[in-house]
């Protein structure tokens, strides 16, 4: 039988932060990967490194030593422009807090990053028509971000993630900022985009969030402690925790 | 289950079956649905304490029924329960034992303990999302139920981060 090689690997994974307290160890040898179409959550308590690996695996910071494979090819020796261009064709981020650019409307975010990403310009506004009607922010195509709510504005940020049809999608406490109304439609579409196939590598304290994940990776001081399926307990089973006393 | 049957006999008087239909018409999926055996014993148990008292109606068709109603000391206790501030348990009593005692008894190790727990929460987590997404718009009473479980599982798996960053 031949693998298929996972959508992201990291080996040996380490960062070390030089500050005037001294070196801090923040990853701590790291071996992970992510399967193509895998849903994988990092939970783990503040300060445990989990944001550090979600930048290393995304380029944005480079690590003090260890490897990171990416669709079966090496990028943790690949110079800041090459990152650039590998982000815009194969990763997508959501952060916490959304950065839409404020000068362009919902509908042009969600646009440009398709174009940047190589969609011709038709294909980038069929991709943006159809993830604004995914949202249900049609309507609010014109609106310029600061007239959408927070839940909104993070919505578009997911939109814009998923513009470019990145293979992987990092995020980082994308529910971190919202109320629980929002912070549903929110996951709902993450759940809907990895049925669909979508890599999802999502950083959360949200136990919402990470039990959607098809596994969970615990990390603690910088290392990973526990990595396991997530396995629904039955309901009947969830009646102690819903259990009424009296 | 003593005070759900007494609180819904403060309403009207009710036979065993109407009052397990009215549990279930109020929380919805996501509460068990109650065994009626089990709600006929505690009607049992609460008319002799004097909380309730029954009387059989004559049914042409069908055997007789025996409908409860509350006495006034029923009335009191109910009264006296909604009145009281709720004392639930903050912590989970047994799996707190596991982690104080089973690695000093050799049985086991604080971080398997608390990675079987977590576990165990992120599972029912994902029953109790699937749950709230399947539970009727209406039903704001069982919506409330399953939401309030999710927050207390929040805490809880909050709580296993401290118990990891204290004992490991």
Redesign the interface.
Known sequence: MILEPPLLRSVGLTKVFQTDAGPVHAVRGVDLWVGQGEFVAV???SGSGKSTLLHLLGGLEPPTSGEIWLDGKRADGLTQAKWAMLRRRHIGFVFQFFNLVSSMSVADNVEVAALVGGASRRQARERREELLEDLGLTAKAQAAPSQLSGGEQQRVAVARALAHRPSLLLTDEPTGNLD?ANTSAV?RLLRRSHAKGQAILLVT????A???ADR?I?L?DGMI??D?A??????????S?????? | MRLPLLALLAKEPAHGYELKARLEQTFGDAYPSPNIGQIYLTLQRLERAGLVKSQDVVQSDRPNKRVYELTPAGREAVVTWAEEPSDEPRVRDDFFMKLALGPMAGVTDALSLINRQRRHYLGLMRSLSRLAEEAPENNKIGRLLIEGAMLHLQADLDWLERCQEVLL
């Open positions: 939970m783990g308590p629980s996951l304290h949200d136990a919402r990470a039990s959607m969970v615990n603690f402690v526990d396991a997530v396995r629904p307990v039955p309901v009947t089973a969830a009646s925790v819903l259990e009424l006393r009296g």
